[in-house]
């Protein structure tokens, strides 16, 4: 049997074991993402239980994210060498490592490891689950399946935001913490029992690579337009809700517009379910509209900003409804940001597909990576969780707007030529707004 035969983009439809194996995989990343954003959700309680100032809160952050970061190529080569089956389950294994330590610790030192190994499991999952959709699922369904894994995924949010938050205030740090590593443990040992990297003959592993070529490969892989249009469209898409998120949403909520620790939290719940919502949507534009993709990010990017800017011009806190509009249209970012995972996935061949999608990931979060830092620095600089503080912090998001638009029109222009050259000239956009007529 070739591997043509098998090849699940060739296949009508997906089989039951497919399902299972999706299924398997978006668990994994859920428990995954409830580790990475249960610091968000207790960050005033970290500030008091480590006793440290809004610069030295963001450092935990930072030191997550940066490892993030750095893990981000090595995690595409893992999965196209090893396959995706034990990258999740090395990645569960580490993010639950670090959330026992930080539950058991007092000291700053322990937690920023902690933090490190959070980190290093975070890195990991998300390249190797979506490497598992282009083996299971038919090539012509890979995008929706991928808005549906993303959002599917960020639920890990609403268990920080509710049970996670529960048991902190409840039953305190440890517990809170502890039964986080456990439910990561759970998800990891599933992973490895019922987690498979293809159909029939599992995973081809890439072949050995000496470091030049590692290197000439993501020369390679970055040239293409259509992964440099990923990264910026990710950048501009996904920085602001993942601040929001991952940190600064519950501090901004409370102190500065004035809301109870619950309201906040409901307001974050309704960010995810946002999310859920949106995401199959932006799937379906996705696969009706290829080459219309980088106007869903430009969409979202435009719309996150314009509220952002009337949020912020308000002399005193916000009304509630304005404040649920902006966590309405916040989540619009998740599911826009993985239409740069479409974009490059089109671009570039399977065997490098790891590495593409470990590119495009680091756009949004290399820009998250620094917002969290100099924000925490302004916080400082102007007294504290203020809104006054707050106001001029968020005021820092728009330069890196700015980048990651620049970044889109360019990859964009660069990538139309590419198409063109191959006879595919995308039809003007007011003949695609049209409604269609009639059958005839």
Known sequence: MT?????????????????????????SYALLVMQR???????????????????????????????????QIPAGVLVDRWGARVVVVLSGGLAAAGQLLLAVTTQLAPAMLARVLVGGGDALMFVAVLALLPRWFPARRV??????????????QLLSAVPFLAVLHRSGWTAAYSSAAALCLVGTALALALLRNGPVSGHPPAPSASP???????RRVWRRPGTRLGFFGHMA????????????????LVT?????????????????????????????????????????LLGVCAGTAAVWTVVLTLPGPAPRWLLVVLVVVLACGGPGSVV???????????????????????G?????????????????????????AFRVAWLLQYPFWAIALVGVLVSRRQTRRVLAERGIVPRPLREVLKLRGPRR
Do not use: K
């Open 340 to 362: 740069g995972f479409d974009i490059a996935r089109t671009f570039n061949p399977r065997a490098s597909l790891g590495v593409a999608q470990s590119m495009v990931n680091m």
């Open 237 to 252: 898409t996904q920085f602001p809700m993942m601040v929001f998120s991952l940190l600064w949403g519950v501090p901004y």
């Open 3 to 27: 591997a043509r035969e098998t090849d699940p983009a060739e296949l009508a439809l997906p089989t039951p074991r497919s399902y299972l194996v999706w299924a398997v995989g978006i668990l």
């Open 143 to 156: 995008p929706v399946v991928t808005q549906l894994t993303t959002i599917l995924g960020q639920t890990g």
């Open 364 to 388: 949004g979060f290399a820009a998250t990576l620094c917002l969290l830092v100099l924000m925490g620095v302004v916080l400082d600089a102007l007294g504290g969780f203020s809104f006054a």
């Open 212 to 218: 030049g070529e590692i290197l000439r490969q993501l």
């Open 256 to 296: 500065a517009q004035r809301l109870s620790p619950e309201g906040a939290s409901g307001l974050l719940s309704l960010f995810v379910l946002c999310t859920i919502a949106v995401g199959p949507v932006m799937g379906v534009l996705t696969m009706r509209h290829p080459l219309r993709r980088s106007w869903l």
């Open 37 to 71: 954003t249960t610091f968000g959700f207790s960050g005033l309680d970290a500030a008091a239980r480590f006793g440290i100032s809004p610069a030295a809160l963001s450092g935990f952050v930072f030191v997550q994210l940066t490892v993030y970061l750095a893990m």
